[in-house]
């Protein structure tokens, strides 16, 4: 298994300096804006009202066969997303844009209250 050292040091080689950033001593992020992500466009344009582009983007559940040995957290955390993205294109036979995003905002706090920290 690759030391934390390599894997950073891939990753860096692999997207680039400017894609990665540190946020202390433990903790790694991509920098806002860097990468484009389906996921989060399709929620951008869910909050947005723009319930079109929404749909054009969902085409599968998120990370759909991906797997990650020994890591139950992010399991829980991928069923949660899988399942928030889901209910927000379920979202599409709503015309009202208001009622969209005050459904949304009552599922989003309804999973945040569910996450195991």
Known sequence: ???PRQALHFLRSAL???????RGDEELGVRPGSLWC??????AAVE????????D???NDLLPGFFVAEAPEFER????????LRRLRGFRSHRSTSFTLALYQFMNNEISRL???
Do not use: H, S, T
Request: proline share 5%; glycine share 6%; hydrophobic share 40%.
């Open 77 to 84: 955390w991928v069923e949660l997303e899988r399942e928030r």
């Open 16 to 22: 680039g300096p400017e894609i990665l950033e540190n």
């Open 48 to 55: 947005a009202g723009q319930l079109q582009d929404a749909l």
């Open 38 to 43: 389906d996921a989060a466009a399709f929620q």
């Open 57 to 59: 983007l969902y085409r």
């Open 1 to 3: 298994m690759p030391r």
């Open 115 to 117: 996450k195991v920290r």
